[in-house]
């Protein structure tokens, strides 16, 4: 048995190869005991005090047949983030993405779901060894000059880069985004059809259009092949019409960066210069995306019903209710418009009536009790933080099983009834 072991550890060595068929998975596994402890024994290679591996050309190969399980790193989890919300659905004065980014990689086993990274949650992080916070909002908001320990913030970074965890917050995106923050917020309300108040355009590079005229078909030739020497100039992209008068009328659509570019050489030219006319291209909308939402509900509901569906949504005992001139709350809601954290800028002038989102100001809440409409508030991060839920689910479903996803037991709203 022995000299059999050490021809059949001899092959192994020098193949480099197991070959394990299923089919005879007990003969297998008795066999590789058997050889296993002969190569453990016998063989510098292995160590008797650990399951048999095998070494070689810096590959490690269980006897087994079953390499150890891949792991996603920081990049593959980053990219599924990014499919479920892209990033460039949030607003241009948000900070979103990877904010924090460790020195050294690892595999991401643990990622935990706050809706604020505070110092209790960073606790909870450290202590379930987590690799990676996404934290809704973004902790990391205005540019910093130094880092310190007086500033809770500045050691929010310090801290997640001492234990090497990343930090990504994903803010606006996750309310722009269809079947995001606001549909999850309006559907606490019942079924409806819900429209996107604040439209998402596409993120696409700024374009303009550029409308001239020319003499005639040699002087379009000539202008064209002016242009076509500025950089960036092959995304041009250009029509012309012959006018009544004979001359030609050109249209041109180009990027912003090589704008400044074509406008010179057209203005240098005396017969274009006179007839150049520069418009901005709108960009084409992101159906079904953008900041807050409309409802109009299937069936409609009391003031009184619908603050009850909220406090059951949002899992709250108590919500702040102002209603609208000559309003009760018995009155009928048929339109709702919500907008999640603090919503009075989308919500301004929205004909609703009810509106429902986190925090609005004494004078904007009266602005829109004046014209009628009732309004429910829960404080800010309480209209958001419910959607972690549905968001660990869609996140949980596109990780590797090695992946586990956590939400904070600490993440809470700073204001309470007392």
């Keep these: 048995m022995f000299s059999r072991c050490r021809e059949f550890s001899g092959r192994l060595l020098r193949s480099g190869l197991i070959i394990f068929s299923c089919s005879r998975s007990t003969f297998l596994s008795s066999a590789l005991l ?28 269980l006897l087994s047949g079953f390499s150890p399980a891949a792991h996603m790193d920081l990049k593959a989890v980053l990219e599924v983030l990014e499919q479920l919300a892209p990033l460039s659905l949030a607003e241009s004065w948000d900070n979103v993405g990877l904010l924090v980014e460790p020195s050294e990689p690892r595999p991401i086993k ?61 803010h606006t995106s996750w309310d722009s985004v269809e079947d995001g923050v606001n549909d999850w ?13 604040n439209q998402a355009q596409s993120s696409g590079p700024q374009k303009h259009r550029l409308e001239f005229s020319c003499s005639n078909d040699g002087h379009v030739k000539s202008v064209l092949e002016q242009l076509r020497h500025i950089e960036g100039s092959q995304t041009f992209q250009s029509s012309t019409v012959r006018s009544e008068s004979g001359g030609q009328q050109v249209s041109l659509i180009c990027h912003s960066s090589a704008l400044t570019a074509a406008a010179q050489i057209l203005l240098s030219d005396p017969h274009t210069s006179t007839s150049l006319n520069i418009t901005a291209v709108q960009q084409p909308p992101v159906l079904g995306c953008g900041q807050g939402r409309l409802s109009v509900l299937d069936q409609p509901v009391s003031v009184s019903t619908a603050v009850q569906k909220m406090k059951t949504h949002l899992g709250l005992p108590h919500l702040r209710l102002a209603l609208g001139d000559q309003q009760t709350l018995e009155s009928v809601v048929k339109t709702v418009a919500v907008c999640a954290g603090s919503g009075a800028s989308v919500l301004q002038g929205v004909r ?67």
Aim: proline share 5%; hydrophobic share 40%.
């Design 34 to 61: 058997s050889t296993s402890r002969c190569l453990s024994s016998h063989h510098p290679l292995l160590s008797a005090s650990r399951p048999p591996v095998l070494r070689s050309a810096g590959v490690v190969r």
């Design 110 to 170: 643990r990622i935990l779901l706050t809706n604020d990274l505070t110092a209790a949650v960073m606790d909870e992080a450290v202590e379930m060894s987590c690799d990676l916070i996404v934290s809704y909002h973004p902790p990391l908001f205005r540019p910093f000059k130094r880092l310190l320990q007086k500033d809770w913030k500045q050691r929010l970074a310090v801290r997640a880069l001492e234990s090497g965890i990343a930090v990504f917050s994903p």
């Design 352 to 418: 609703a009536d009810l509106y429902i989102t986190g925090e609005m100001s004494h004078h904007e809440v009266l602005d829109a009790v004046s014209a009628g409409r009732s309004v429910i508030l829960s404080d800010h991060s309480n209209s958001e933080r419910g959607f972690l839920s549905r968001f660990r689910q869609r996140l949980t479903a596109r990780l590797d099983k090695t992946v586990t996803v956590e939400i904070s037991q600490r993440d809470r709203d700073p204001l309470q009834v007392v």
């Design 185 to 197: 917020l309006v559907g606490g309300m019942g079924s409806g059809k819900v429209s996107v108040l």
